[in-house]
C-alpha cells in the first residue's frame, strides 16, 4: 500500500491532472499461491482509492471470483500459463473491466 500510494503521490505532484486507474490482479494458481493473500492486496487498493481524488479502480479479481464460484469456471480458464499470466480470454475480461471503469 505504502509502495502505491508514493507512485500516486509522485505522479500527483508532477503531474496534478493526471487520473489513476488501479487494477486488481486475478488470483493466482490455488495449488500454488494463496488466493487470500490476493483478495487481501485487492482490498488494499480499494482502501488507496477512498484516500485520494482522481484515482479509480478495476477489478477484474472481483470478475473472476464471480465466474469461478458463481458459474463453475476453472482457474485455468482465465491463465496462460498455469500460474498467474491471463490468457486471451482473461485479457478480454481484463480490457472490458477497464473500458467500463474509464466510462464510468
Not at 502505491?4 to 487520473?19: A, S
Not at 485520494?52 to 472481483?62: F, T
Not at 498455469?82 to 464510468?104: F, K, S, W
Amino acid at each position: 500500500k505504502n509502495n502505491i500510494n508514493g507512485r500516486i503521490k509522485y505522479v500527483k505532484e508532477n503531474l496534478p491532472d493526471c487520473e489513476v486507474l488501479l487494477v486488481t490482479s486475478y488470483i493466482g494458481n490455488p495449488w500454488v499461491f494463496d488466493k487470500e493473500l490476493y483478495m487481501e492486496q485487492a482490498s488494499k487498493l480499494y482502501e488507496i482509492v477512498d484516500e485520494w481524488d482522481g484515482v479509480g479502480i478495476c477489478d477484474p479479481q472481483s470478475i473472476q471470483l464471480a465466474l469461478m464460484e458463481e458459474k463453475g469456471k476453472e482457474f485455468i480458464s482465465f491463465m496462460g500459463d498455469n500460474l498467474v499470466h491471463p490468457n486471451d480470454y482473461g485479457m478480454r475480461i481484463m480490457a472490458q473491466c477497464v473500458i467500463a471503469a474509464l466510462t464510468e
